[in-house]
């Protein structure tokens, strides 16, 4: 609660949203969701007012870079910004250096790695608030790295 009461906006860094066989990208989309809706719920500045999501994902080398954004945007996060009212970003990076390794969360006051990420709750029922075993981690020194990712080049 604290990590989100009085942000203004939220950034998710994670290299692999979406990945795991087609079904990644709904259980990536269920934690986010989940934060969100947290974030909704316990916010001072209401996210509906100005509210900002930014999430930084990394290019894989193959495929068609624009079509898998078109994807993400249309089955994850056109649905999320129509819920929540809020403007919701999806930049794809080059990264050669390993930088988005880790997954991160990102308010204005902290930053906390989040380990297996986002795809936090395991499969089954839609609904279902059943946790993967799950590692959230404060990251004091973060900011540095964070930074740089979000000036690596952009794919799209």
Partial sequence: GRATRYTKWIRFYDAYIGK???????????GLHYILKHWEDSAYFHPRQKGRVDIFTQYSGSGDPAGDVQRIQSRLLNPLESEFGMDISIHLKLDYDGLMHKRYVQTQSIAFSVDP????????????????????????????????????????
């Fill in 20 to 30: 795991t066989n087609g079904l990644g990208l709904a259980a990536w989309g269920k």
């Fill in 117 to 156: 990420g986002l795809d936090m709750f395991r499969r089954g029922h839609p609904k279902s608030r059943d946790f993967k075993p799950c590692s959230v981690k404060l990251e004091l020194d973060a900011t540095d790295r964070l930074c740089r990712i979000r000036a690596l080049g952009d794919v799209v």
